[in-house]
């Protein structure tokens, strides 16, 4: 279990090293996406280079809006050098077009409430067709 230093770091140094909060190292822990870390006679958790640069990894995963489940398959394909990459590109493929779709949902709800706030007088008067589509009429 050796690190940089070539000893294992703690969890708050591995938290700081990965980018990622202890409570989050906790909960990736949890869902298994870490395997089992070692433990001092203490029962302070460890870690080792291995760990933080698979906390980076999970780190990255997210910050490109992969679910906990892609995490998990994109790790394990990660750590098997047998792998085939056309499992890696269609996970991210899939994510890809998923974020294609929201991204076209998001921007005809823009357009609408662009409409909607154009036609908006945003006066004095009670009338307001803003109101008056979130209402139905």
């Not at 958790?45 to 760990?51: E, I, P, S």
């Not at 679910?67 to 994109?74: F, G, H, K, V």
């Not at 076209?104 to 803003?130: F, S, V, Y």
């Amino acid at each position: 279990m050796k690190t940089r230093s070539g000893l294992p770091v703690n969890i708050g140094t591995a938290a700081e090293r990965s980018g990622v909060s202890a409570k989050m190292v906790r909960h990736y822990e949890s869902l298994g996406l870490l395997p089992a870390v070692g433990r001092t006679d203490s029962g302070y958790r460890q870690y080792t280079d291995a760990d933080v640069h698979n906390l980076r990894f999970i780190k990255r995963s997210r910050d490109l809006g992969f679910s906990m489940a892609e995490i998990a398959e994109l790790l394990s394909l990660w750590n098997n050098r047998r792998r085939a990459s056309a499992s890696v590109k269609r996970i991210a493929q899939k994510h890809a077009d998923e974020l294609a779709q929201r991204i076209e949902a998001m921007q005809a709800m823009q357009r609408t409430l662009a409409h909607l706030i154009h036609c908006c007088q945003g006066n004095d008067r009670p009338d307001c067709p803003i109101l008056d589509d979130l209402a139905g009429y």
